[in-house]
């Protein structure tokens, strides 16, 4: 009896017969989702093809980020519409425990409805309640579920692969920065003076402007340094330094520079 029952059911969920109610190309359609990954992406086009492959009903929501302590305590809806049409105002998050979200109206008269996790591995990043067409098939539903849990995936490997990049070029301008500047001061040092110097030098040059330089010498550094220590030098460094920056403009070039020992 479960072969035959294995075989009619092969036979019934063929190729040929998914096409016929829709859901194989389903999977074609998400697969597409692949071309823009982000969670508005996931939800305009569910909202769009999940009707069309012959399901009245759906929610797709996925966990939102767990707080300090851990747990999945709220869903967000990526997806929302029933039989009248898309729900956009249904946005907001609702706790996990509950199948459907506030406001989310139920169709009149008997409806079958499937819930599946959607997963990659190990990983569970939501649910997805969808009202079941005729002829149902939980073949085909679990098939989009996979699907919608693939692209979930892809997303949020593509959100963590953005935000590492943003860290390094953070990372990245701040040495520069770092590069370019006096550490006692905080003023460009001989490197990134001469860069915003020779900037200002073309900029003159294009726009038929002169421009100046200011030079001066702090006297008798080292009779501070032997008198008061050289935290006190430092100190009247970094005042000193205080007094040009307060002098002159922001967009002008004021740096530090040291003679050769």
Known sequence: RILVEEGAARERFSPDAMQDIGLLGTEDILSRLLMDLSFEGLGRLL?????????????????????????????????????????????????????????????????????????????????????????????????????????????????????????????????YGLARRDELTGLLNRRGFMEEAARAVDSAKRLGEPCALFFMDMDDLKKINDSHGHDAGDEALRALSSVLVESFRSTDAVGRGTRPA
């Open 47 to 175: 909202a769009a093809e999940l009707p069309k492959a012959g399901i009245p009903s759906a929610i797709v929501s996925v966990f939102e980020p767990a707080a300090e302590g851990g747990g999945q305590g709220a869903l967000r809806p990526l997806c929302a519409y029933c039989r009248a049409g898309p729900l956009p105002e249904l946005r907001e998050a609702y706790p996990a425990d509950r199948l459907f979200p506030p406001g989310f109206p139920m169709p009149e008269g008997p409806a079958d409805f499937v819930a599946l996790s959607l997963r990659h591995g190990e990983e569970d990043y939501g649910f997805a309640i969808l009202e079941m067409g005729a002829p149902s098939s939980g073949l085909g539903y679990e098939a989009i579920a996979r699907q919608i849990g693939s692209v979930l995936k892809g997303i949020l490997i593509q959100d963590e692969r953005r935000a590492a990049l943003e860290a390094l070029n953070e990372a990245n301008r701040r040495l």
